[in-house]
């Protein structure tokens, strides 16, 4: 997940992802004084978005801050009425069972019996009610910590100091902009039209990381993006031991890249799938995609960082490890779908799937071109990113099978990716007017 931070006067927004121990409540008392918040007056901390990483990012402030309910108050959005199957129901019913911690906890609080009925199909329970007790839908296997929910938006949001928007860019155009935004600006700059809140207010946090291995402790770092004023406080205080954070000035390109990594996470997981997990054939792919999204962001961004150190390691767990990279691999063995749609049950929405249409209409306006290095006359971007090609073929066009992926990189007449790389750090490819900037 990505995330991103907000503020109106004191206000801040984060959109997308924390603490334990030693110094907490000093570095909780050192952001309520930079937000100017007095004595006995509460810093509310809201989370507008409960799928996994939404809803870790949530669990991880309340574990590290909840202790101090006269200073914080920490809550999480979701839409209300989402039921659980039956399925889902009978498993969550093994989770529980197979922790004491969380089992203990449940008939402490009284909330066991639900889940007995729930199993036994004589009784419905609803996302929004089961988050209340620390599950969450898109991650039934990590219980997370009992969480204060709320399904009213205006009300969650209202008097909130920071909120953290852990919802998908398409679901955050839908929401804010009424469907009038351009598909092809930033989530941060999506945030900014439809609330007005300033750039400068408004943050973005990515990974590597996989939500539930954060939630589970893995040792993790994070990058948080924007105005300097507020990214180096909220880094620290979201530092924890187990989870290191990082301040940078580069949003465009890290937000871009939070857009490719799950575009080519999803041709990741094809190729994993249909070589048998060759370790030969992934490496060739992710030459090859790693390239294109370099190329991607030197039109995107004016001095675009490098892929490298923690933008490579983000890419590298998306297509290792992530619900793109996994949704490839089932569309490749033949376990899912395209006629399911993108938001599949237990894993939540397929950013990638959107994300495929969005770049691959970006790079295919007529008013773009750049000189085809073989060819010696100009063409379209998207015609030097073969591998985003075949995948909208597969994908959106759905014309192609996800064999296609192979015969991608397989085909004779592809440049060495290097070749990519310097064309685009070699010419003055920067376009601003590709991201809504004049």
């Known amino acids: 997940m990505v995330g991103n931070i907000e503020a109106t006067g004191h206000k801040l927004y984060m959109n997308g992802s924390i603490q334990n121990h030693n110094g907490l409540e000093e570095k909780l008392d050192e952001l309520r004084r930079l937000l100017g918040k007095a004595d006995g007056d509460l810093l509310r901390i809201v989370g507008v978005g409960a799928g996994a990483w939404g809803s870790v990012f949530a669990s991880l402030l309340q574990d590290s801050y909840g202790q101090f309910r006269e200073k914080v108050q920490i809550r999480i959005w979701r839409r209300p009425g989402r039921t659980v199957d039956r399925a889902t129901a009978e498993h969550l019913f093994e989770v529980i069972n197979s922790r004491e911690d969380?089992?203990?906890?449940?008939?402490?609080?009284?909330?066991?019996?639900?889940?007995?009925e729930a199993r036994l199909g004589d009784r419905t329970l609803f996302a929004d009610e089961i988050l209340k007790d620390g599950f969450c839908l898109n991650m039934i296997d990590t219980p997370l910590c009992p969480l204060k929910v709320v399904t009213n938006l205006q009300e969650a949001v209202w008097d909130a100091d920071i909120?953290?928007?852990?919802?998908?860019?398409?679901?955050?155009?839908?929401?804010?902009?009424?469907?009038?935004?351009?598909?092809?600006?930033?989530?941060?700059?999506?945030?900014?039209?439809?609330?007005?809140?300033?750039?400068?207010?408004?943050?973005?946090?990515?990974?590597?990381?996989?939500?539930?291995?954060?939630?589970?402790k893995e040792y993790a770092n994070a990058r948080i993006c924007g105005a300097e004023k507020w990214r180096e406080p909220l880094a620290k205080f979201?530092?924890?031991?187990?989870?290191?954070?990082?301040?940078?000035?580069?949003?465009?390109?890290?937000?871009?890249?939070?857009?490719?990594?799950?575009?080519y996470a999803i041709g990741a997981g094809m190729v994993a799938a249909l070589t048998n997990e060759s370790a030969t054939s992934k490496s060739v792919y992710f030459a090859h995609c790693t390239s294109e999204m370099i190329f991607i962001?030197?039109?995107?961004?004016e001095e675009p960082e490098k892929l490298a150190g923690p933008l490579l390691a983000d890419t590298y767990v998306t297509l290792l490890k992530g619900r793109n990279a996994w949704y490839g691999q089932m569309l490749a063995k033949g376990e899912l779908s395209l006629d399911m749609g993108d938001s599949i049950s237990g894993k939540g929405m397929i950013q990638g799937v959107s994300a495929v249409g969005a770049f691959y209409e970006l790079l295919s306006q007529p008013s773009l071109s750049v000189l085809h290095p073989d060819e010696n006359k100009p063409v379209a971007p998207v015609e030097l990113c073969p591998i985003l090609k075949t995948l909208y073929k597969i994908l959106i066009r759905r014309e192609q099978p996800s064999q296609a992926i192979l015969q991608a990189l397989r085909d004779e007449t592809l440049n060495d990716p290097r070749e990519r790389i310097e064309i685009a750090q070699s010419h003055a490819f920067y376009r601003p007017s590709l991201l809504g900037k004049p």
């Open 163 to 216: 909120v953290v928007n852990g919802l998908p860019s398409t679901e955050t155009r839908y929401r804010g902009c009424s469907g009038t935004c351009s598909p092809y600006i930033t989530p941060t700059k999506m945030i900014n039209r439809a609330t007005g809140v300033p750039m400068e207010n408004i943050l973005y946090l990515g990974g590597p990381n996989i939500a539930s291995e954060i939630y589970n």
């Open 102 to 116: 969380v089992l203990r906890r449940l008939i402490r609080r009284c909330a066991y019996l639900k889940y007995v």
């Open 297 to 301: 962001t030197h039109l995107l961004a």
């Open 238 to 263: 979201l530092r924890q031991p187990h989870f290191i954070v990082w301040d940078n000035s580069d949003l465009v390109t890290h937000e871009v890249m939070g857009g490719l990594k799950n575009v």
